[in-house]
């Protein structure tokens, strides 16, 4: 098991208290901070991508300051980087360390793949019912079409 | 059914759906009925179409209502680049049902999540007709005397044709059979078919029209349109596969009907118009009451 606080393998300093999202497929990571708003975060924040993981090859990492997810929150997450784990610091030690698991529906962050859909012409917000976790099958509630991760895009 | 927007086959369950052909039935048998003269039901048509359109109409002139609306965008704000949200908050707050089409998918979904009145989808894109689905269940139960366990043949375009696939969702729930006869290229979509496995029903595919032809209860004819095709040879290596002629339903069975959705372009061939086993007129026709039924039922007249 790896652990993300080895001295030895962090090329980003520690935190005190906050949340720390590692394993986040390498090309992924700015998808990530988009999705959870990280864009106009107001703490600390540390973020990095391209390093070395012994597990994935290459993965992303963000750490940030006084910053606490629910679970509904960083599920949001899940699509764009299935493999993220969650580590919960308090006082610099690791109080909880959790995967991400993919939510029964996604909101906004998807967009529908069939460029007839309503939503690829109208402002208005995606919604799709995730009738597939293992393979990703999202079934837009307007087009009733099967956005697949072969063909997913993010919002 | 008070009040519910109908946008997809599924939004009504099977009783509701046989309510609806059942109240049609009272139509059929008296389709001047003055129970609408208090309301006001919008026709939005942001594509052309004519059957869905006019048999809307007539259902509801029939009934004694009021339509107000458009048959297609060029004379509305929708031009000068009104939002749908929009044009739809705006009628309803003019009307007591809107009735509308549009061509992209999941548009009717949304109209009924925007509008303060319920919406009846009169087609959006490639994606649900349920109305259509209603007529051709209507005709069937007409002709057959029944919907269940019946050997019903989907010719043509499988794969694009949405009546076919929400029929075929439809009848599922019905304990039929269903046999497919297309260009391979033109196959129904695995997830109808995973739909019918899944209620435990067979399914058949074939690409030879005759094959079918013996024991088909219900021989649902539709049209293979040239643009399916990305290489026109394949369109004209297939094109004419695919026709019904009179002379193939001498060895059909005496119950044997022929629907089609319209508008035909040449895969009915016109000598089988006068066979009585030619349906297609009368089902536009039946439209007329299963609309009429629909409009009363959502209204809460019926």
Same mark, same amino acid.
């Given at each position: 098991?790896? #652990?993300?606080? =080895? ?45 070395? &993981? ?10 940030? #300051? ?8 960083? #599920? ?17 030690? %690791?109080? &909880?360390?959790? &995967? %991400? ?14 460029? =007839?859909?309503?939503? =690829? ?35 | ?8 086959? /599924? ?62 965008? +060029?004379?509305? +704000? ?29 548009? *009717?979904?949304? *109209? ?5 009145? !319920? ?29 269940? $366990? ?24 019905? /304990?039929? $059979? ?5 260009? !391979? ?9 995973? @739909? ?6 067979? @399914?058949?595919? @074939? ?27 394949? @369109? ?18 005496? /119950? ?6 319209? !508008? ?10 006068? /066979? ?16 009429? *039924?629909?409009? +009363? ?6």
């Amino acid at each position: 098991m790896e #652990n993300t606080l =080895n001295p030895k393998e962090l090329k980003v300093s520690a935190i005190e208290n906050g949340t720390v999202i590692d394993h986040i497929p390498a090309r992924n990571v700015f998808q990530v901070i988009r999705i959870l708003g990280l864009d106009t975060f107001e703490n600390q924040m540390l973020f990095g991508t391209n390093l070395e &993981s012994r597990k994935y090859g290459k993965k992303g990492i963000i750490k940030m #300051n006084n910053r606490f997810f629910e679970p509904e929150e960083i #599920n949001k997450i899940a699509l764009a980087a299935p493999t993220a784990t969650l580590i919960v610091i308090k006082d610099f030690a %690791v109080v &909880s360390k959790t &995967s %991400v698991s993919i939510p029964d529906e996604v909101h906004k962050i998807v967009k529908c793949f069939n460029p =007839n859909c309503i939503t =690829n012409h109208e402002s208005i917000p995606t919604r799709f019912y995730v009738v597939n976790k293992e393979e990703i099958k999202l079934h837009c509630h307007y087009c009733e079409k099967i956005t697949g991760k072969e063909n997913m895009s993010f919002v | 059914m008070k009040n519910r927007s109908l946008v997809s086959i /599924n939004d009504f369950t099977k009783e509701q759906q046989l309510r609806i052909l059942d109240i049609a039935e009272d139509f059929e048998r008296n389709p001047t009925q003055k129970i609408l003269e208090d309301y006001v039901v919008a026709s939005l048509f942001f594509e052309p179409s004519t059957r869905t359109r006019l048999s809307f109409e007539t259902a509801v002139s029939r009934l004694g209502g009021r339509i107000i609306g458009f048959s297609d965008t +060029s004379s509305t +704000s929708v031009k000068k680049g009104e939002s749908m949200k929009d044009t739809i908050t705006m009628v309803s707050g003019y009307s007591d049902l809107i009735v509308m089409r549009h061509p992209q998918a999941g548009s *009717a979904r949304y *109209a009924s999540e925007v509008a303060s009145v !319920p919406v009846i989808n009169a087609g959006d894109g490639a994606n649900q007709h349920p109305t259509q689905c209603l007529l051709d269940m209507y005709s069937i139960r007409k002709t057959q005397g029944k919907l269940e $366990n019946l050997q019903v043949a989907f010719v043509g375009d499988l794969k694009y044709g949405r009546t076919v696939h929400s029929l075929a969702m439809a009848l599922s729930g019905f /304990n039929c $059979n269903f046999h497919l006869v297309s260009p !391979p290229e033109l196959k129904l979509p695995s997830v109808v078919k995973s @739909y019918i496995k899944e209620k435990n029903l067979d @399914y058949y595919q @074939y690409t030879d029209l005759n094959e079918v032809i013996p024991f088909a209860d219900v021989i649902y004819m539709t049209r293979i349109q040239r643009e399916r095709f990305s290489d026109p040879i394949e @369109y004209e290596k297939v094109k004419n596969a695919y026709i019904l002629k009179n002379d193939a339903l001498r060895h059909s069975k005496d /119950n044997l009907r022929i629907l089609h959705p319209l !508008p035909r372009v040449n895969e009915i061939d016109v000598d089988v118009d006068e /066979n009585p086993k030619a349906y297609y007129f009368q089902q536009a026709k039946n439209g007329v009451y299963v609309r009429q *039924a629909l409009v +009363s039922a959502i209204l809460g007249v019926k």
